[in-house]
């Protein structure tokens, strides 16, 4: 998969991509991320990229000019399924829509910055729009980092034991049972008997139980759609 991100703040997405479990998806081909600052296309030498808001009040708008001329630039050379537009008012990233990205081959991610984008672009060109949670930030770069992270870990090959994925909270509409590795015994706190059995049938179903409690207790609202 190739997810190409357009940006004015290049240095917020580089690290992000440089370790664990994306930086084995490129390595391993399976994933690439290209990070283009959108001052490349400015309407002038000053690198302009953005300008007051018709109307009056405070904040700047990113025009319409230079993201036209850079998603055009970038699209004559990959046809891109999704243009995906990050903001506080889209709709809230989940698994399910993260499952969904997986399954594309070329994503092209807008990141917003002070009040925002001409209305036009989203328009024209934008598909899909998404926000990763009822708070503001200050710009789209963090929430395209999620959103990358949240797909790129599902590409078949990038996570090494390829049933991980499966078992993680959300994919089944429950939240993950707990988890324990050693000493058996920490601080007079004892590891559950039925984890150290052996007697895997057991586990699966106590595992099980504990994620239907623990979605029970926690988000409940998880459980309106699968009882
Ligand atoms: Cl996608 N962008 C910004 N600026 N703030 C957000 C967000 C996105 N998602 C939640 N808060």
Known sequence: MNIDIITIQPELLKSPFEHSIMKRAQEKNLLSVEVHHLRKWAVNEYGQVDDYQYGGGAGMVMMCEPLSKAIEELSASRKFDEIIYLTPDGKTLNQKIANMLSLKNNLLLLCGHYKGIDER?????????????????????????????????LLPG???????????????????????????????????????G?????????????????TRERRPDLLDSIE
């Open 121 to 153: 672009i989203r328009q024209k060109y934008v598909t899909r729009e998404i926000s990763i949670g009822d708070y503001v930030l200050s710009g789209g770069e963090l929430a395209a980092a999620v959103l990358v992270d949240a797909i790129g870990r």
């Open 158 to 196: 990038v996570l090494g034991d390829e049933t991980s994925a499966l078992t993680d909270s959300f994919q089944d509409n429950l939240l993950a049972p707990p988890v324990y590795t050693r000493p058996e015994e920490w601080e007079g706190l004892k590891v559950p008997d039925i984890l150290m």
């Open 198 to 214: 052996g007697n895997h049938k057991k586990i699966d179903e106590w595992r099980y139980e504990q994620s239907l409690q623990r």
